[in-house]
């Protein structure tokens, strides 16, 4: 994956949630842009509190190579 498409997805106007499906099988749902930041070879994934975007509880950091997939929530996920 490169970060070219990971900023296609981040910057898609309107804005819509998607999944990140990795290599391992884990994902991650991305429901605001504040959520990622996108680098040359990672991604700093941050999990929310609550729906403000403008403060977060934790981050991830995870490598470009292992992205499996990149896809639109059409569900809600609970």
Do not use: C, Q
């Amino acid at each position: 994956m490169t970060p070219e498409v990971i900023l296609n997805w981040v910057k898609a106007n309107p804005f819509r949630p998607f999944r990140i499906r990795m290599n391992s099988g884990k994902t991650y749902d991305i429901r605001h842009p504040e959520m990622v930041r996108v680098g040359k070879r990672d991604l700093l994934i941050f999990t929310l509190v609550s729906d403000s975007s403008d403060v977060y509880d934790r981050w991830e950091n995870i490598g470009l190579l292992l992205i499996e997939s990149v896809a639109h929530l059409e569900t809600p996920v609970g």
